[in-house]
Structures are given as C-alpha cells and as structure tokens.
C-alpha cells in the first residue's frame, strides 16, 4: 500500500489528491494521498510526519507553502538541486535516510518553455521579474538562472531575497517607485506569492496603479483559481499570461515517479483536474 501525502498551511485549495489519486489508478497502484495541515512553526508535527517516512508508514511527502525550508533542518541529505535551490517540495526515504529534493525548479521550467513557444517568436532579451521571496522563488529563480535569464526579485522582506540573490540575479523592492524602473525591459513576471489564492480570490499581488510592461509575459504560480486576478489583470493590460496548473502537474508528475518508479503520461494528471487553462 502506497501512502503518501503533503504537508503544509492551508490545504483548503490543493489539487495534489485528485493529481496523485488518478497517478496511482493509471498505474494500478493501490494507494492514497493525504492532506496534513501543520501550522506554521510546528515543528514537532513536522518531525512526527517525517517520522512516519522514516519508519515506512508513509512512503513520502510533498512539502508546500510555508514549510519549503524549515523543514530541511529535520531531514538527513538533500539533493544538489534541492540544496542549490534552498528549498524542499518532496521528501523520501532512500537507504535509510530521509532525503529532500525539489521538483519544483524543473516543473516550473519545462512548463514555461511549453507556454512562451505557444504563437510567440523566441524572446532574445531575458529579462525577468520574480515576486516575492519563499520557497517557491527560489525554485523559480534557480530556474529561471539555468535558463539563462537575468532575474529581478522583488522582495518586501529584503534580507530573505539576498540570501539567494547573486551576480545575476539582483534584489528590489517590492513597491512601485522601484519596480516601476524595471518594466520597459521586462520580458517575463513571475508571481511566486500565494496573493489570489483561494479563497482570497480578489487579492492581487501586482501594486495598484502601476502599468504592466508592454512585451511581457506573465506566469502566475497560483492555480486555484484557474484564472487568478491578477492574471485577469495581465490579460486586460494586452499581455499572455497563465496560472500555475501546468507547474503542479509537472512537479507532481516527477515527484510520483520519484516516489514509485511510475513516469506517469501528463494526460493522466491534466484530465484529473479538467485539463491546463490559459
């Protein structure tokens, strides 16, 4: 029996269940996928459902909003990935030891190439805006950095952006009168904080007043809903944008097969939740 499950505050929106429930039939895997809300700073919770790996109870965890990080310093390894990135969305034991990855960094990637090929002549210039500063950021800047761009992260916490900024990537803050500066060269936004998610669907995390770039792209993290404000907002403005389905499936069709051998179709995890709005 495959037990697995996520781990993270709140829950109420997550589509991780329907996307593994339907891995695990398509594989005619008998197992289960399991919320577990853990408050921030309960790190006691956290070390019991690690333990839970640990002795086989359960075969492995997601990791979400807002425990990315805390929850490195109660694992035994970490991946290269997950280490260069600082941040951990999947957890498994391998030898003995519970170990943490990230699927995250290469879901976002392989989708936002998948979105800015569709009717879009190559973009030259890779300039990029990334929101905020958590886990999520991260994974999308290490991304983003594989990727060639040069990245922007707009932070209102700037310490928590520094400790993963660097040559190329640079450190802003998030209002207006300095993001402002940036947009006539920006050729991609990426929302990486949970404003807009459900149930606070009328939040937006893009600053009142303030004009999108005329040639960019927009990326929204967010997926339920499946059309968030602010890419309402964007799409308004002239620009292509998206929500972050495509990114859910994908990591979570890599952390599957990490978990249980299983490369599962993408068709499988898409029709489970109703395909990939855009």
């Known amino acids: 029996?495959?037990?697995?499950?996520?781990?993270?505050?709140?829950?109420?929106?997550?589509?991780?269940?329907?996307?593994?429930?339907?891995?695990?039939?398509?594989?005619?895997?008998?197992?289960?996928?399991?919320?577990?809300?853990?408050?921030?700073?309960?790190?006691?919770?956290?070390?019991?459902?690690?333990?839970?790996?640990?002795?086989?109870?359960?075969?492995?965890?997601?990791?979400?909003?807002?425990?990315?990080?805390?929850?490195?310093?109660?694992?035994?390894e970490l991946t290269p990935r997950a280490r260069a990135i600082g941040a951990v969305n999947i957890i498994y034991l391998k030898e003995e030891k519970l170990i943490g990855d990230n699927t995250d960094a290469p879901g976002f990637l392989t989708d936002l190439n998948s979105f800015l090929q569709v009717g879009s002549a190559p973009i030259e210039e890779k300039s990029a805006l990334v929101l905020g500063a958590g886990g999520s950021a991260?994974?999308?800047?290490?991304?983003?950095?594989?990727?060639?761009?040069t990245t922007t992260i707009a932070a209102r916490r700037i310490e928590q952006a520094q400790?993963?900024?660097?040559?190329?990537?640079?450190?802003?803050?998030?209002?207006?009168?300095?993001?402002?500066?940036?947009?006539?060269?920006?050729?991609?936004?990426?929302?990486?904080?949970?404003?807009?998610?459900?149930?606070?669907?009328?939040?937006?995390?893009?600053?009142?007043?303030?004009?999108?770039?005329?040639?960019?792209?927009?990326?929204?993290?967010?997926?339920?809903?499946?059309?968030?404000?602010?890419?309402?907002?964007?799409r308004a403005a002239g620009l292509r944008a998206t929500t972050g389905a495509g990114m859910l499936i994908e990591q979570a069709a890599l952390s599957f097969q990490l978990w249980t051998g299983h490369d599962i179709p993408r068709s499988v995890m898409a029709s489970a939740i109703n395909g990939i709005d855009r």
């Open 163 to 234: 400790e993963f900024a660097n040559s190329n990537v640079r450190v802003t803050h998030y209002d207006s009168l300095h993001i402002a500066g940036l947009l006539s060269d920006l050729r991609l936004i990426v929302n990486t904080t949970p404003l807009g998610m459900y149930p606070n669907t009328g939040a937006s995390p893009w600053i009142d007043g303030m004009d999108f770039p005329k040639d960019a792209a927009l990326y929204d993290l967010v997926y339920n809903p499946r059309e968030t404000r602010l890419v309402k907002q964007a």
């Open 1 to 76: 029996m495959i037990r697995l499950g996520l781990i993270g505050y709140p829950l109420g929106h997550s589509l991780s269940p329907k996307l593994h429930t339907a891995a695990l039939q398509a594989c005619n895997l008998q197992g289960v996928y399991s919320l577990s809300p853990v408050e921030p700073g309960d790190i006691q919770s956290l070390g019991i459902l690690l333990d839970q790996v640990r002795s086989g109870e359960l075969t492995g965890l997601n990791v979400t909003i807002p425990h990315k990080q805390t929850v490195i310093q109660l694992l035994d």
């Open 138 to 149: 991260r994974a999308v800047v290490y991304a983003l950095e594989e990727a060639g761009w």
